[in-house]
């Protein structure tokens, strides 16, 4: 257990539904992080946060991707309108001064 | 945005055996970096990690070294285990990007 917790752990939606994934990083972290990760492939980078503050944005995360973190505790990650390519595992890390931990991921499958 | 390669994708070793993997980066202003292991269907899982200003960390039967010379990274686990299974991901981090450069993983197996 890395302490950083991600709900749900599977989840399965039809194509167009909008899905939304919950983040709850360790306590006194600051920094948390939004990867993607497909079969085969290391993560890929989807957003950071700075406390609540959204800093960066990878072009993979397009308008139908939004990110949250409201009073820089957990963050919530939502597709909207899904589509059969976002199926993937989503992945959350969390981290201090430099060790960064992740939470075991949201596998999300589009039918 | 940056490359972080692995040279070996697949690496089978036998129990008891040390392991080597390999992995090159491409900025040389990277910060620090860290190995990662991953079972399947888990997230990845902190090992170890190393400075930039450093040549060398061990940890608990790994060691991680640094060549910035040559832009290269490599993890050293002696006595391989079978729980050692898994794929190992390098990772470089830029403070200035904030973010974290996955390459595609290398799949250990160790044979008993």
């Known amino acids: 257990d890395t302490g950083v917790s991600q709900d749900p752990r599977h989840k399965i939606t039809k194509r167009g539904q909008n899905v939304t994934f919950r983040c709850d990083p360790i306590?006194?972290?600051?920094?948390l992080y939004w990867y993607r990760q497909t079969l085969g492939q290391g993560p890929e980078f989807l957003t950071y946060?700075?406390?609540?503050?959204?800093?960066?944005k990878s072009r993979l995360l397009s308008d139908r991707f939004s990110a949250e973190r409201p009073k820089g505790s957990f963050s919530t990650l939502e597709i909207q309108r899904t589509e059969q390519g976002d199926s993937a595992m989503y992945l959350c890390?969390?981290?201090?001064?430099?060790?960064?931990?992740f939470g075991q991921g949201t596998r999300l499958t589009v039918v | 945005g940056e490359s972080v390669g692995l040279h070996l994708p697949t690496l089978s070793v036998q129990e008891g055996d040390n392991s080597i993997i390999n992995c090159a980066y491409s900025?040389?202003?990277?910060?620090?970096f860290i190995w990662y292991k991953q079972e399947s269907g888990k997230g990845p899982q902190f090992i170890i990690d190393?400075?930039?200003?450093?040549d060398k960390r061990q940890g608990q039967r790994v060691t991680v070294l640094l060549n910035k010379t040559v832009k290269h990274l490599s993890l050293q686990i002696a006595a391989t285990q079978p729980g050692d299974s898994a794929v190992y991901f390098c990772?470089?981090?830029?403070?200035?990007?904030?973010?974290?450069?996955f390459g595609s993983g290398t799949k250990l197996n160790v044979k008993p």
């Open positions: 890390a969390s981290q201090g001064n430099t060790e960064a931990f």
């Open positions: 306590s006194e972290h600051n920094r």
């Open positions: 946060f700075q406390n609540e503050a959204q800093l960066e």
């Open positions: 900025n040389s202003a990277s910060d620090y």
């Open positions: 190393i400075r930039s200003n450093m």
């Open positions: 990772a470089e981090f830029l403070y200035n990007f904030n973010k974290f450069y």
